[in-house]
């Protein structure tokens, strides 16, 4: 049960939000690398051209601004008026090799949870574009 109310969370996610946002911005204010939408979080890999910063602040804003307008319709049951974290973990990419296992990390992120026996098989990550 608790793997199909994650599902269906990040489907809505994905669908309403992340899918319009990420590709909204991409070739504009950065070049989107890899990503995972996750049940409690989503992994981001992109090539800024404009402060990471505002990235981010733009990507919660938005998102957190939806979700707490369907919060009661949909029964998320969101606490409070912050749905994300304040901060955020960034990395620099060192190397080619540093890049790779960055991406596999992206993309092994559902299988590690028990979502999915491949990184293919979940459709909210760059992964299953991928096997297109």
Known sequence: MLVLVAVFLVTLMWQVLWKKHFYQFDGDRYALLAWCVMPNHVHVMIEPSVDLS?????????TGRWILSQNDELSLGVQGKNVWMREYWDR?????????????YIHMNPVKAGLCKEPSEWRWSSAWKERK
């Open 54 to 62: 505002r990235i981010v602040q733009s990507w919660k804003s938005y």
């Open 92 to 104: 620099y990419i060192r190397d080619e090799n540093h890049y790779r296992k960055s991406v596999e």
